[in-house]
């Protein structure tokens, strides 16, 4: 059985929309207004107008098409702060009779309502034939209507409806009409031995989310893997080596030439009121923060204290490739009490971070991470701010009894990743910081976390965006909240203007897929406490002031007339399954009629519990071969610039974000969903939202065998990974 439904995506939104608002009328699609799937797969953001009847009855045969469009913005999908998407729509109209011939009419007007038409926003005026610019919605379902108007200024819709469209996400529908049939496994199903919580279960107690629907067959599902948690060997005998209490980082500064001793160690640490195995470099967690000067060597003397093979990974470091950390291709595995010297390099300024490259799904959630800062000579390369604050953003997952256990063969979780239900601020629950009325801050921000992609905001601070993986942006940029996926990281300024406590938070719309629904998720990841005594000196002016980068500005002014054109080379993002239990395939089937560009939260724990690599597959194609993941073999030199274009396949049975990192390199994203980026910062790693087209401009600098892959730790442990050659 393989990933895809077998739809067509030329009729995947007109079928849907008919079934949904009504038989499309005979004849009516004849030389149907076409979607530009490079702004996005057609299915998912680009729907079509059906006219109403009374329109067609008077002979007019009118077609239209609204384009559900990226605002611009410097992250490559737009949310609100409660993690709502935020579409611009766009549409194309032709065939519309004169408004008067409908009656006393002489304008069309554009209309977005929720479903139930408990709010009807107005969008524009709408042409008789040609292209109308509605601005933003900002609803999770919603409809677009167009109206016959008396006058162009009316606020609410009085004539009649001549097209209507509906969002694709209210395809999602409860489930319950189907039971999936069964509401169990069949008889004979191949995974019954694996189902039920018979006494001594360890996959027993895997929480579900607060108020979200689930079948019975979905929660007996248990994967075909063995259990691992920490305090066991491999082998299965207990750990018997040395456990040290977690502390927290330690700073670390290091001139040219310096060398750090860095071991991966059995820790004890305290979640709450539960007391936890885990790992930390030097026993910290997070790792030590390495903090040198741009352009400087450092020796790292690492040894391995654990039970896992593992070794370094320095992402986002554009160094040496034999120090680039990955088992198998750039070095052999560190094995238990051995060690290995990493010589590193750090030509670039920014915020970068260390973990482990074999079985990160383990070893990264358990710990094993740690920040890097590489100093600019540019003493005012970030500009003014009262103190500075590095925030490692992570997530647990916790059951009943501990941490819900790892899959000792393979991975767990390969579906959609291991999201966890405790969230984590360099390392523990509960982030506190006391500041000074009107204090600005410098928030350096890293998302380790397995899957989760957090929206960050602070609920009535200011922010603005300062800079990004590998360096500024070209100009700082005002921000309601922080879009930051899986290994991505920000620099953001905030400042704290009133007396009072301030909540970090991340706040995303969760899906329900049983009920066919959103509702709101809100974690408190901490809270800053602003005091009544004022900051000095007084920031505001400069923290008002928007700057622009002159540097970072004239160092991709170089790479400017590459960024248009047709791809060089692409890559499909895609998945397949394989023996999924009957429930599950069905329960698949009917969610794959939609998916939402941003999976927030994981409401589907055990269907996503039971999926290892036997049963899915997560895959890179190069659509010009047919090749995938570790087949595609490109290869580059030294100073190629390579347009590079994602996209997120649509006819899958799940679909999902990927958060795409490539080693070694360094790349500008110059669009997303054929909407050109307009302020840019140097990445390795980008968000490439569900059904989506993401154009990157790769710089070839570095010489080596590098890795691309999605830094969703079970993604990767499912296949999702390909390597390239740059030769010097």
Same mark, same amino acid.
């Given at each position: ?92 109209? $032709? ?51 167009? &109206? ?18 509906? &969002? ?79 502390? /927290? ?59 896992? /093979? ?107 990743? *291991? ?147 047709? /791809? ?56 010009? $071969? ?21 996209? &997120?396949? *649509? ?51 570095? /010489? ?25």
């Amino acid at each position: 059985m393989n990933g895809r439904p077998g739809w067509k995506s030329t009729a995947i939104g007109l079928v849907a929309v008919a079934v949904f608002v009504g038989a499309v009328p005979e004849g009516w699609a004849q030389g149907f207004l076409q979607c530009d799937p490079d702004r996005g797969h057609p299915d998912l953001y680009c729907i079509p107008l059906i006219p109403a009847p009374a329109v067609l009855e008077g002979g007019a045969t009118p077609e239209g098409l609204v384009e559900l469009g990226r605002p611009p913005g410097p992250f490559s999908l737009s949310l609100t702060p409660d993690g709502r998407v935020r579409h611009r729509l766009r549409m194309r109209t $032709t065939g519309l009779p004169s408004p008067a011939a409908l009656g006393d009419y002489e304008s069309y007007i554009a209309w977005a309502a929720t479903p139930a038409l408990g709010e009807v926003v107005r969008l524009g005026e709408v042409p008789r034939d040609g292209v109308a610019e509605l601005g933003d919605v900002t609803f999770n379902t919603f409809l677009v209507l167009v &109206s016959a108007e008396p006058a162009g200024q009316v606020e609410q819709p009085t004539g009649p409806f001549v097209l209507r469209a509906q &969002s694709p996400s209210m395809r999602m529908t409860p489930a319950d009409f189907l039971e999936f049939a069964l509401g169990s496994a069949p008889e004979g199903d191949d995974h019954a031995a694996h189902m039920g919580a018979a006494e001594g279960d360890p996959w027993a107690g895997v929480p579900m989310p607060p108020g979200v629907m689930m079948l019975p067959a979905m929660m007996a599902l248990r994967p075909s893997v063995e259990a691992w948690e920490p305090g066991r060997r491999l082998d299965g005998s207990p750990w018997e080596g040395e456990v040290v209490d977690a502390r /927290p980082r330690e700073l670390v500064r290091l001139a040219d030439g310096d060398s750090l001793s860095l071991d991966a160690v059995y820790v004890r640490r305290s979640i709450g009121d539960r007391s936890l195995l885990g790992y930390g470099f030097n026993g910290q967690i997070p790792g030590p923060l390495i903090w040198v000067s741009e352009d400087a060597t450092i020796t790292v003397e690492f040894t391995n204290r654990i039970d896992w /093979p593992t070794a370094v990974h320095w992402h986002g470091i554009r160094l040496d490739n034999r120090f680039d950390g990955v088992p198998g291709l750039t070095q052999p595995a560190v094995q238990p009490g051995e060690s290995f010297t990493y010589e590193i390099r750090f030509p670039d300024p920014g915020l970068y971070w260390y973990h482990p490259h074999h079985r990160e799904d383990v070893q990264q959630d358990l710990g094993l991470a740690g920040n890097m800062i590489v100093e600019s000579p540019d003493e005012d390369y970030y500009g003014p701010a009262h103190r500075e604050e590095v925030v490692m953003l992570d997530d647990l997952l916790l059951g009943e009894h501990g941490l819900v256990p790892f899959g000792l063969e393979r991975a767990t979780h390969a579906l959609m990743g *291991r999201f966890g239900n405790t969230m984590l601020v360099n390392g523990a629950p509960g982030y506190e910081l006391a500041v000074t009325r009107g204090e600005v801050v410098r928030f350096f921000f890293t998302n380790v976390s397995n899957t989760r992609t957090f929206n960050l905001s602070f609920e009535s601070a200011e922010m603005k965006l300062v800079g990004g993986d590998v360096g500024n942006f070209e100009r700082e940029e005002a921000i309601e909240s922080l879009l930051i996926a899986p290994a991505e990281r920000y620099v953001v300024h905030v400042r704290f203007a009133e007396t009072g406590t301030v909540r970090l938070l991340n706040r995303v719309q969760g899906i329900d897929h049983i009920a066919g629904r959103f509702f709101p998720e809100v974690d408190t990841l901490g809270a800053v406490r602003v005091g009544k005594a004022p900051a000095d000196p007084d920031l505001g002016d400069s923290f008002e002031n928007l700057r622009t980068h002159d540097a970072v500005l004239a160092d991709i002014d170089a790479f400017r007339d590459r960024f248009d054109g047709p /791809p060089d080379l692409e890559l499909e993002l895609d998945m397949s399954v394989q023996d999924v239990p009957l429930a599950v395939d069905r329960l698949m089937r009917v969610d794959s009629l939609y998916f939402h560009p941003l999976e927030a939260s994981g409401t589907m724990p055990m269907m996503n519990l039971m999926a290892t690599p036997e049963e899915v597959e997560w895959t890179v194609r190069d659509p010009s $071969t047919g090749l995938v993941n570790e087949a595609i073999d490109w290869r580059f030199s030294v100073g190629d610039v390579v347009r590079l274009r994602l996209t &997120s396949v *649509r006819e899958t049975l799940h679909q999902m974000q990927h958060p795409v990192h490539i080693h070694g390199q360094r790349f500008l994203v110059v669009a997303v969903n054929g909407t050109p980026t307009q302020n840019l910062a140097w990445k390795d790693t980008v968000l490439v939202p569900a059904g989506a087209t993401v154009d990157l401009l790769l710089e070839i600098s570095n /010489p080596g065998r590098w890795m691309l892959h999605c830094h969703i730790a079970e993604h990767l442990e499912a296949g999702m990974s390909m390597v390239f050659t740059v030769s010097p």
